[in-house]
């Protein structure tokens, strides 16, 4: 048996193409190196893997010459550690591969397949779902009858959002860029109210409209443009999670936008920036509610699952096409 | 005897001049009014009243046709209001003349003339003090060992952060815009490091040498550019204060500059506007521990009275101009 990996070859300042990687079949992968070895059944393809092979600053970076990061569940095969037994399940950066050798300081939580379906695991329990929980929580200071605005409301992570926000008893309003999208998240996702601004005419108008008393929450996954319009409609004492930038296709060198000093200083707003890993102390809280939410069904999530890592090279491009039809996910 | 008033007789969206003001002569104002008549002893020149003058979003705003709106010490003349006796003093939105009829919802706080002199009740005891230290704690979350930026050392605001910030076992870095505000604040108002950004060369160069370990805290009161040097600088985690805009002249349209949404996002920062009157419920605790640290000597400020009302409507510009030598007041 051989492995299978997905290897960076070039980086990449906008959104990384299929020659970005490479796909190289390799020997598997040894438990001595760093510990446990680990068949991995699923992986994700996500907005921020752009950030990783961008040469700019980033909170994580992948180098050329190694396996394409990923989080993803693996099935421990080989365990040199007391805490890991063959057949565990965990959640980790398992990276675009078939096998992984992993450190357990490279694990974020242990999965149970059989509470919870493994593909919910990679999406509400998973980065993205505990991004939604988290980032409200944590960072959004959420009251009821309040209007949130989600850049992406479609996405993995909006998608969440939007069902966390009205369980709250939010009036959550979301954006998005096909009619489609906005079918599906307001018949499923919690959306009260949804725009899309490929065809709300002007923008502003339209977000003004689904929200009359302004917006006090701003969860931002795409900023540029879209997050400026947005900014001005935010109420005295609004929030900002800036949780994403997928609007904006690359920062070398920054792109200019009106200035924001203005609003901040008037408005009194708060504006963070939240990255989920920050915050594994919490994971386990979070993934209590989430995983109590899906079992008595108030908590809809879909997955796009691509079958095989032939696939992997052009799903950062797919994604930020936006022809997937929910978290794009990989098995190997 | 007569009051003198200095009206707003023009709306202005750069710095007000002059030919924005009226000096008028008029009948003393009744106690019938308002509830209490003052006499003003001292009022302020702030940079926020070119917000309050400009035709923009504001957070406060005067009208034409009315007096010029300033927080001032008053002296209670005539008082219909049980709390309120002769021979009282307050501190409130007196405006700028020489006596004024006032709303108790218009006092912001006491003022006691015996303890502490009446012009630093106008500073380090006055809104422009409650700012640092309000703004310092309540938003900035201040550790010893932190290095913290203030975008106009010397001026009312950062004159006191620089004080407070050292008084915590914070390094702090003022940038300025004159050889003699440098030394200034590097001699009294506890800078360590003193950045003159007319005469740095490379700003960003100068700031970085200041700051070898990145910056933990900007206390922003310019924005525009030099605010974007310093964000860029900012450390994971870092925090900004937005209490002024000083170095923009006009927000109509707002001025456009680089986009600082991926930085909010990768160094997680978390950027906060602050308006001290939003914290009038603080004030008492704030003015104790600066009524302490003034009577002991580790407090210090300087004062800049202009005397009379008709210096009043070009004093904007002066402060703009940075030709006084401390906090800008003057005595009707």
Redesign the interface.
């Given at each position: 048996m051989r492995n299978r990996r997905v290897m960076v070859v070039k980086r990449c300042d906008a959104i990384p193409a299929a020659d970005s990687f490479e796909n190289v079949d390799d020997d598997l992968p040894l438990c001595e190196e760093l510990g446990l070895v680990v068949e991995v059944l699923l992986v994700s393809v996500d907005p921020a893997m752009r950030?990783w092979l961008s040469s700019?600053?980033?909170?994580q970076t992948v180098p050329t010459g190694s396996v394409m990061n990923s989080y993803g569940i693996g099935r421990v095969i080989e365990s040199d550690h007391p805490e890991w037994n063959i057949g565990d399940y965990l959640y980790g950066n398992v990276g675009w591969q078939k096998f992984s050798a992993m450190d357990v300081k490279d694990v974020w939580f242990r999965v149970d397949p059989d509470s919870i379906p493994l593909e919910k695991w990679m999406n509400a329990l998973g980065l993205t779902g505990l991004t939604a929980w988290l980032g409200l929580n944590l960072l959004g200071s959420p009251r009821a009858g309040e209007t949130i605005v989600v850049g992406t409301a479609a996405g993995a992570v909006g998608s969440v959002v939007g069902q966390l926000a009205r369980a709250r008893g939010m009036r959550p309003v979301g954006i998005t860029g096909t009619p489609k999208k906005c079918e599906l998240a307001s018949r499923e996702f919690g959306y009260e109210k949804m725009i899309n601004y490929r065809a709300s005419g002007d923008l502003s108008l339209a977000i003004a409209d689904a929200c009359p008393d302004g917006i006090d929450l701003f969860f931002?996954t795409v900023?540029?443009a879209i997050?400026d319009i947005v900014f001005e409609q935010l109420k005295?004492a609004g929030r900002v999670i800036?949780?994403?930038?997928a609007s904006?296709s690359t920062?070398v060198?920054?792109?200019?936008?009106?200035?924001?000093?203005?609003?901040?200083?008037?408005?009194?707003?708060?504006?963070?920036?939240?990255?989920v890993t920050?915050h594994a102390d919490r994971f386990v809280e979070a993934q209590a509610e989430l995983a109590a939410l899906i079992r008595d069904g108030s908590l809809i999530t879909r997955e796009h699952v691509l079958e095989g890592l032939e696939q992997a090279p052009s799903s950062i491009q797919m994604l930020y096409e936006g022809l997937n039809q929910g978290r794009l996910l990989i098995r190997p």
């Open positions: 950030g700019e600053v980033n909170y931002d900023g540029g997050a005295v800036q949780c994403g930038t904006v920062w060198p920054p792109p200019i936008g009106p200035r924001r000093e203005r609003l901040m200083l008037v408005k009194r707003l708060r504006w963070s920036g939240f990255v920050d």
